[in-house]
């Protein structure tokens, strides 16, 4: 199997048996799941933990693997279920914000957890917005009911169509585009209130 292969290609190949598939899948995939599963939970450990979860289902769901929806539909469905679950259990209850500082002793002195996070497909809005916007912004995202967060983190940071988001959350499109409206108005009203 080569890495050029598709997602699904990659996950019938280790269906079948063939190791380096799940490798490549999970080089992939692994950070950009593991950022959702970070700014869904706001908490490192508990992301990590997630992670390996995520994964692990992966691994257990692929003898009944079908090319039904497309991997990542699957995969970041089986993200999305596990952060829930782990919120609903109260796993980790003290939620750390993504912009505090981290500890000086781990020898990232000053450094925030979104500093230390590799996330290639957000460089650029860390590179135009300061840090205290960054802050913000992610403080703001940790304000929305769980279902507006997730609709909102597949939807922009994730750039995910409307009509996977509605396969990974289990509802229809116009209950996602609803979510989407009412998180960004939510983000809004927010930011009025920190310029006021």
């Known amino acids: 199997m080569t890495p050029e292969a598709s997602d699904e290609q990659l996950m019938l190949a280790f269906k079948a048996g063939d190791a380096r598939a799940f490798r490549v899948l999970v080089q992939r995939h692994r950070g950009p799941v593991f950022n959702f599963i970070l700014r869904f939970t706001g908490h490192r450990a508990r992301a990590e933990d997630v992670l390996q979860e995520t994964w692990l289902k992966v691994v257990r769901g692929a003898p009944d693997y079908e090319t039904k929806a497309k991997f990542t539909t699957w995969l970041y469905t089986i993200a999305r279920n596990l952060c829930v679950d782990a919120s609903r259990r109260g796993k980790h209850r003290k939620a750390y914000s993504l912009d505090v500082p981290m500890d000086k002793n781990a020898g990232n002195e000053g450094a925030t957890l979104l500093d230390v996070v590799p996330d290639k497909s957000a460089g650029t809005d860390r590179k135009v917005m300061s840090k205290e916007l960054h802050g ?14 997730e609709v909102f983190l597949m939807r922009e940071f994730l ?7 509605a396969e990974v959350v289990g509802c229809p499109e116009n209950t996602v585009w609803s979510r989407l409206h009412h998180a960004r108005s939510e983000m ?6 920190s310029a006021a």
């Open 136 to 149: 913000r912004l992610h403080a703001a995202i940790g304000k929305l009911s769980e279902d507006q967060r």
């Open 159 to 165: 750039d995910m169509p409307f009509r996977d988001i």
């Open 188 to 193: 809004l009203k927010m930011a009025r209130r």
